[in-house]
């Protein structure tokens, strides 16, 4: 008892040491220690290490291994306490302890000297969810939950998920609106979790609460829907501003990055809109312009540029309103294109058998992509042909009315244009 009360006193204050310069000073200042140690030899161990305690280490106990290696513990520590220092695996298979060679309770508290001995067992359940409250160390009650996070896995995911849908439904929500593909990232990454599993698994072991979980989710949920108004309101600032200013030299707003510089020669739609950047282009229904063809462009509410042929009855100025003056833009084609341009045309002919099919072998041999048609016999002997049709440019389109201009009976193909 004696020889191990030393080796671990010994052991205590090299440890102490260890920590040193932070806590307790310089060597020198052990120099009373090594004193007491060398004029205290035959005096009892338990009480020798009390006196040391009093004046070192009055929050704290120490207490040994039966190997003499001695572990220091926050003051009021139980066997549980010792176990998870010792190791996590010691204390989730401990089923019982031994101090100073007699069996105590889990709540037993340690004092100085205690000599303690935990015991193992492989078939050991872990830990138990009262040991939280018998503990005295953070070290030894972060490894317990630990445990439980670990372990229980399963179990916490099935019982965090019930708390969870119970406290979304009390809030109104449905577990659909939040895992919506374009939303569960956002709410995983405010709730720092990896998956809905991960979430649930927190609740059931205590990690967090379905109740701050949801509260959370509801912050982000009302955060992206103003996201999203805030989204809507700048795109429709940005059309508006466009409007007022359709001459100047970019159409982005401010904070938004740069748009393509205004003499850009490319764009998506074939179509530049002087003055703005890349923007949202549609090709009027009324004259469905084709490359080649002059052009105008409206700037429409919310649904970008509208281009018309110059020739339009739409566009002509005297249907141009005053107050929507601003909105008239200049367009011109760009040199890279579509492949192809819808245009509507229209035939008028002398009704006769096989006129449709005439009509539709001429645009075969034209090679030309047909996308609707429909004919109709008019009750004065006549016929008409509406047709929308595919080409790359005017030159293609003037080729097309030619040839079909070349059927026997027709005497007349036009452009639609103003309805
Ligand atoms: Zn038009």
Redesign the pocket.
């Known amino acids: 008892m004696h020889q191990t009360a030393e080796y671990g006193i010994a052991a205590h204050w090299k440890y102490k040491q260890g920590l040193a310069n932070k806590n307790l000073g310089t060597e020198q200042e052990f120099e009373w220690v090594r004193k007491l140690l060398e004029g205290q030899q035959d005096t009892d161990a338990e009480e020798f290490v009390s006196t040391l305690k009093v004046d070192l280490f009055a929050d704290e106990v120490f207490v040994f291994t039966p190997n003499g290696d001695v572990k220091s513990l926050p003051s009021g520590a139980t066997p549980i306490d010792f176990a998870y220092n010792i190791h996590s695996a010691v204390g989730n298979t401990m089923v019982g302890a031994r101090v100073n060679g007699r069996m105590v309770p889990y709540d037993y508290q340690l004092s100085n000297g205690d000599i303690v001995e935990v015991l193992t067992s492989k078939s050991a359940k872990g830990p138990s969810r009262d040991w939280l409250a018998l503990c005295k160390s953070n070290e030894a009650r972060n490894k317990i939950r630990q445990w439980f996070k670990k372990e229980r896995r399963e179990e916490n995911i099935v019982t965090g998920r019930a708390a969870f849908e119970s406290e979304l439904k009390h809030a109104k929500m449905t577990l659909a609106s939040i895992t919506a593909d374009e939303v569960l990232p956002h709410i995983l990454h405010k709730l720092r979790c990896g998956t809905l599993d991960e979430l649930y698994a927190a609740i059931g072991y205590g990690g967090t609460t379905a109740a701050k979980s949801v509260a959370r989710i509801r912050d982000e949920m009302q955060r992206l829907g103003r996201l999203q108004a805030e989204k809507a309101a700048a795109a429709a600032r940005t059309t508006a501003e466009s409007v007022i200013m359709p001459g100047s030299a970019s159409g982005s707003t401010p904070g938004e990055a740069p748009g393509p510089a205004v003499k850009t020669r490319h764009s998506d739609t074939g179509i530049i809109v002087e003055g703005l950047g890349n923007c949202l282009v549609k090709f ?6 084709v490359p080649g063809d002059p052009v105008v462009g409206f700037i429409t509410r919310g649904y970008g540029v ?1 281009v ?2 110059s020739d ?4 002509q100025p005297e249907k141009r309103r005053p107050e929507e003056a601003a909105r008239w833009v200049k367009v011109s084609w760009a040199e890279s294109k579509l492949p192809n341009y819808k245009t509507s045309l229209e035939l008028s002919a002398k009704d006769r058998d096989n006129l449709t099919l005439d009509v539709a072998m001429a645009l075969s041999t034209a090679k030309v992509k047909v996308s609707a048609l429909s004919a109709r016999s008019l009750p004065d002997g006549h016929a008409t042909i509406s047709m929308v049709v595919e080409v790359k440019d005017k030159a293609e389109l003037e080729g097309v009315i030619n040839k079909l201009n070349n059927i026997q009976g027709v005497f007349l193909v036009s452009r639609a ?2 309805k």
Request: positive net charge.
């Open positions: 009027a229904k009324c004259c469905t312009p509208s018309h042929r339009c009855p739409n566009v244009s103003g």
